[in-house]
Antibody
Framework: QVQLVQSGTEVKKPGASVKVSCKASGYFFTTYYMHWVRQAPGQGLEWMGIVNPSGGGTSYAQKFQGRITMTRDTSTSTVHMELSSLGSEDTAVYYC?????????????????WGQGTLVTVSS | DIVVTQSPGSLAVSLGERATINCRSSQSILYSSSNKNYLAWYQQKPGQPPKLLIYWSSTRESGVPDRFSGSGSGTDFTLTISSLQAEDVAVYYCQQFYSTPPTFGQGTKVEIK
């Protein structure tokens, strides 16, 4: 069965960086694009960006341009999301979410499987 | 960015009764060449990630009970739970995927009356 297992809770100081990982299993890793979505406490959902697990290409929400990096490691079927220059407004649960569409260069921008979430707290 | 607005913010429905959630997009999300509306619905229970219920505004994801249905076109959409069950207590989100960035509504909390 499809599983996305994320790394554990992080506590960071303002100005620091955080790297969250998401290990995929139960399907062919390179045939589904992966997204990152975050949710601030008690708030709604915010899309951050997309990574192609096959070629490594990325596209980020303009809001995060310049301080976000998404990468993938095909040897471990893992995607990573690194966010730098953290502020208190970055305190949130971060989710990886698989695109519903499968196949080369197929992406739909809606999400059929989600990781369990990683809480990132930014506090001095 | 396309703004997605849900209403109401919360609702309380008796067990077995119908629950209706509305979603409006700031521009049409109907792609004319395919005649598909680029809208999805998710259910999120406390402490859990969202779960995909419906895509293309009315196509149920595999395994989703048929009491959940989606309708609408253009800018106005509805998620209906035909007979509310206790396990349906959750926050429901709509999401447009017509253009990037994909955007979500603010959520509708469904409770038991």
């Amino acid at each position: 069965q499809v599983q996305l297992v994320q790394s554990g809770t992080e506590v960071k100081k303002p100005g620091a960086s955080v790297k969250v990982s998401c290990k995929a299993s139960g399907y062919f890793f390179t045939t589904y694009y992966m997204h990152w979505v975050r949710q601030a406490p008690g708030q709604g959902l915010e899309w951050m960006g997309i990574v192609n697990p096959s070629g490594g290409g990325t596209s980020y929400a303009q809001k995060f341009q310049g301080r976000i990096t998404m990468t993938r490691d095909t040897s471990t079927s893992t995607v990573h999301m690194e966010l730098s220059s953290l502020g208190s407004e970055d305190t949130a649960v971060y989710y990886c979410a698989r695109d519903h569409c499968s196949g080369a260069d197929c992406f739909s921008y809606y999400f059929d499987y989600w990781g369990q979430g990683t809480l990132v707290t930014v506090s001095s | 960015d396309i703004v997605v607005t849900q209403s109401p913010g919360s609702l309380a429905v008796s067990l077995g009764e119908r629950a209706t959630i509305n979603c409006r997009s700031s521009q049409s999300i109907l792609y004319s060449s395919s005649n598909k509306n680029y809208l999805a619905w998710y259910q999120q229970k406390p402490g859990q990630p969202p779960k995909l219920l419906i895509y293309w505004s009315s196509t149920r994801e595999s395994g989703v009970p048929d009491r959940f249905s989606g309708s609408g076109s253009g800018t106005d959409f509805t998620l209906t739970i035909s007979s509310l069950q206790a396990e349906d207590v959750a926050v429901y989100y709509c999401q447009q995927f017509y253009s990037t960035p994909p955007t979500f509504g603010q959520g509708t909390k469904v409770e038991i009356k």
